[in-house]
C-alpha cells in the first residue's frame, strides 16, 4: 500500500501514526480540523486523509472512513492478484530454463513445479501420487494436537498405502502426542507407519518415492506446489532425513531436560524467547495455543525466580536455556523449588 516517504512519518493509510490517528479521529468526529493542528502530520494530506476544505481553505476535511477502507480493500486485491501473476510467470520461467537443462521433466512427464489451486486439486494430486506410490512416504506434519478430521482427510491414502507395503515416516512436535487420535491412527497404521516428534518442525512436506514432493504455496494451505524436479525434491528428502535422526520416537519418552524443575516444553519457549520472538510466534512454532504458551512463561519465570521479562531473559542466558543443551548441563542444575511444578504437557 501507497506510504509516507518522510522519515517522521514512514507508514501507510493502513497503520497511521499516533499523531495521525489523533488528528485524523479528531477530524472525522468533529466534521473538519485546522491547516495549523494539521501542520505536524502532514502524512495525512499526503495519504489523502485530509483535503482542503473548498468552503474555507484554512480548514482540512477527512476523507471518510468507509472510503478509506474500500480504497485499502482495493489495494490489497491488487496486490494480491499481482502476486499470483508473478508466481505463475516465476512457475513458467522456471520450467523453460529447466527444460533446456534436459532434467527439469520428471521420468514419468510432468512438469517440474505444479501450482494447485484449492483443496479439490490438490486433493486429487495427492491422491494420484498415492496410487503411483511403491515404497515410501515421507511426511512432516507441524501444529499441535492433530485433530480427528485431519486425521481422518487422508485415512483412505495411508490405508491403500499401507495394503501395498509402503513405509510411511511422519514428523510432528512434541505437543502432537498428547493427542489419542495421533496414537489410534498409528496402532491402525501398524508396522506400517513410524513417527517421531521435535519441539518444532518444518511446514507441512509429504514426499512419495523420493521422486514427488508436495508443499503448501499459501498461509492458508489452499494452495499447493506439486515438485516433481530431482534435485528440489532430493533438497527436501536430504531436510527431512536430518529432522528425523534428531527426532524422538513416539513410542519413547522425551528426554530430561538436564535441569532441575524445568520442562521439556518450558525448555523450548525460553530457547525462542532467547532468540527474541513474541508469545504468538513461539506458540506458533511449538504448535500450541498463546493462552498456553504464556501459562508455560508464566510458570518459567516462576522457577527462574524472574519478576519481570527483561529479568527472565538475562535468567534464561545464566541457566543455559538460550540454546541447545552444553556439555556442562549433564548433571541436572539446581533451580529454586516452586509449588505444584507441571509435567511436561
Known sequence: MAGHTTEAHPHGADRLCDAGDRVYSRAVRRGRVSRKDAESVPCLVELALLHPDPDDMGWLVPTSPQEVMTRLLREMHEHVVATQSRM?????????????????????????????????????????????????????????????????????RALALRRRGVRMRDLYTHVARHGQGLRNYMELMEEAAEARTLDEVTERLIVFDRTVAFI?????????????????????????????????????PLPDTGIEGITHRERSIAALLAEGHQDAVVAERLGISVRTCRAHIARLSETLGAASRTQLGVRIAQAGLDGPPR???????????????PSDR
Request: proline share 7%; glycine share 8%; with cysteine.
Open 216 to 252: 503448501p504455496a499459501s498461509p492458508d494451505r489452499t494452495m499447493a506446489l506439486e515438485l516433481r524436479h530431482p534435485a528440489l525434491v532430493s533438497y527436501l528428502v536430504t531436510v527431512f532425513e536430518r529432522l528425523w535422526r534428531l527426532a524422538v520416537p513416539l513410542t519413547a
Open 88 to 156: 505463475g510467470e516465476a512457475v513458467s520461467a522456471f520450467e523453460w530454463y529447466a527444460a533446456l537443462g534436459g532434467d527439469a521433466r520428471a521420468s514419468a512427464g510432468g512438469v517440474a513445479i505444479r501450482v494447485l489451486d484449492g483443496l479439490p486439486r490438490i486433493r486429487a494430486a495427492m491422491d494420484e501420487a498415492t496410487e503411483a506410490c511403491t515404497s515410501e512416504v515421507l511426511a512432516v506434519q507441524p501444529g499441535g494436537i492433530r485433530r480427528e478430521d485431519e486425521l481422518t482427510e487422508g485415512l483412505h
Open 327 to 341: 556439555a556442562a548441563e549433564l548433571q541436572p542444575l539446581t533451580v529454586p523449588d516452586r509449588p505444584g511444578s
